[in-house]
């Protein structure tokens, strides 16, 4: 878990409470607490939202739960392209902006939702001309740029599932993802910008596809003006070339509610990634749902989340929500420090962004940057800030409250995950009042508890979730099984999303962090066994084991713990070619913090590695129990090296 014991303690005694200001309450879209109560009959209160939608034919069941198989809107047809644009179209929104762009160098584009159906049409024309048809898989491996978002479209518009893969991943790992969905197609871009230099996505895409037999075609965009580009004829081609001329009316194909609209990759406790599947009707109606309803959407707000399109925030709230909530998007290429730690607080000054939606990990970082950063712009239009990702400390909360929303912002503190497919826990920012550090309640129309290994309700224990929900993940690509063990198997029918959680003599929730092997870094998940699989592949390593350790402002880093083969010593310089190794294995958000060689890791009598008690010394902690150990010292003598090491 991420937080130690007295940050939860001292969580658990927060008692300050902020009520919506009054005159934002007033004009909320959800101001009613009846909200909670009318959903009970959560199907009745799901089909009111998926009733918001265009359906070409309205479905016949609202829900079909044989668990854990659910199917929602079971015989409805619509196409969610369709409803995140074509429905726009015939009313005032039309001519209204759909996405703000902004690229790391400071150039701008806009788009009209007029003008974003014809982008979208062109792209989804361009599939189509390659021969992409309903059902093909197409992997997107692109920086922050307006093309990803018409690719993901563009898919969606002709029933291609889409595969977005975060730009920061390696070849290795594009290779993985592209393969196991099996992909035909992948959209890239000669390079992006960030931080000033230009991230060779084509070079690293090129690497990837000589390990993908099943990729057909390689588009390429032209963002990073890198000159020359390999170029491989006949599979490779500029997508500029291939949209010239090319018609931007591209009919929607009919699509059952039940159709894959996307598959996307996410870190587990075992093995590799898995891809998780989402659907049509059921996931487009609550991510509306909740987009409308959490960040309080309005016709003339402007809406900033500062995801990237690669994990699912940027799926369901940067494109898919917003975009069938008729919003104005802001989107941006670049990082947050660049040319100076001010970007963020420019940007909502220059668009006038409205709802701010972003990571504990970035607030944390901009606490350290100073006040001056934010206190240099005017930020007065804002009006809601979100934050997702991770368990947000009191001290951050309060910070964001205070220095960005000058005391008069709701914070929706929204907790959800990429098998989710949206917001699951979260004030209501008209009628909740917020608890720094807590994500509040279940929305209307979820259930969840906490629970115990009997499955016994408790306060303190694992956060389960007690009905289906339209959003929820449909199976892992290609592993129903591992679908049913991962989720479904620690209860019966009730499901598992491997986070402890605490609730309150009120009611409200608090996220303690996650109960597995997965870290959350940065807001980023990370398997443990993903990078021991990387370090042991390293020729100088003999085995591995990966613990989570507090970090000030990515919540957790890496701490690994390495003994080397044949006896050999580790140095400064094998600890900077490991770290280097795991970084261009996975990408560098999996960059270890901290390696500690170990002649010998704790392990017990049957030689299971005990993490926990590596836990405890990446953690500073005592040492918890060591009887179950074949060896005691182990353990007291690498504790002894950490300290040393790390201070
Ligand atoms: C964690 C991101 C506490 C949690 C949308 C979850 C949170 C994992 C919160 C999912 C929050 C996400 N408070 N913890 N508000 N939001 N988490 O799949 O551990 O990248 O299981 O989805 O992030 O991460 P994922």
Known sequence: ??????????????????????????????????????????????????????????????????????????????????????????????????????????????????????????????????????????????????????????????????SVVFGGFSPDSLADRINDADARVLITADGGHRRGTIVPLKANADRAVARCPGIEHVVVVARGGLDPVDMVAGRDHWYHDLADGVDGDCPAEVMDAEDILYILYTSGTTGKPKGVVHTTGGYLTQVHATTKTVFDLKDDDIYWCTADVGWVTGHSYIVYGPLAAGATVVMYEGAPDWPDKGRFWKMCQDYGVTVFYTAPTAIRAFMQWGEEWPGGYDLGRLRLLGTVGEPINPEAWMWYHRVIGKESCPIVDTWWQTETGGIMITPLPGITRTRPGSACRAFPGIETTLLNDAGETVDAGYLAITRPWPSMLRTIWGDDQRYRETYWSKWDGVYFPGDGAKIDEDGYLWILGRVDDVLNVAGHRIGTMEVESALVEHPAVAEAAVVGKTHAVKGQAIAAFVTLMGGREGDEALTAELKAHVASAIGPIARPEAILFAADLPKTRSGKIMRRLLGDIAAGRALGDTTTLADPAVVQSLKDRYEAKEG
């Not at 303690?9 to 200001?21: G, I, M, S, V, W």
């Not at 109560?37 to 034919?57: I, M, P, Y």
């Not at 160098?105 to 361009?126: I, M, S």
């Open 1 to 162: 878990m991420t937080h130690d014991r007295a940050a939860l303690d001292a969580l658990l005694t927060e008692k300050r409470r902020f009520a919506p200001p009054p005159e934002f309450a007033a004009a909320a879209v959800v101001s009613d607490p009846a909200v909670y109560e009318r959903a009970e009959d959560f199907e009745a209160f799901w089909a009111g939202w998926a009733e918001e939608l265009d359906w070409f034919r309205k479905w016949d069941t609202v829900l079909e739960w044989n668990p854990p198989h659910a199917r929602w809107f079971d015989g409805g047809k619509l196409n969610v392209c369709h409803n995140c644009i074509d429905r726009h179209l015939d009313g005032p929104r039309r001519d209204r902006p759909a996405l703000l762009w902004e690229g790391e160098p400071g150039d701008r584009r806009t788009f009209t939702y007029a003008e974003l159906a014809q982008q979208v049409g062109r792209f989804a024309n361009v599939l189509r001309d390659l021969g992409v048809k309903k059902g093909d898989r197409v992997a997107i491996y692109l920086p922050m740029i307006p093309e990803a978002a018409f690719a993901m479209l563009a898919c969606a518009r002709i029933g291609a599932p889409h």
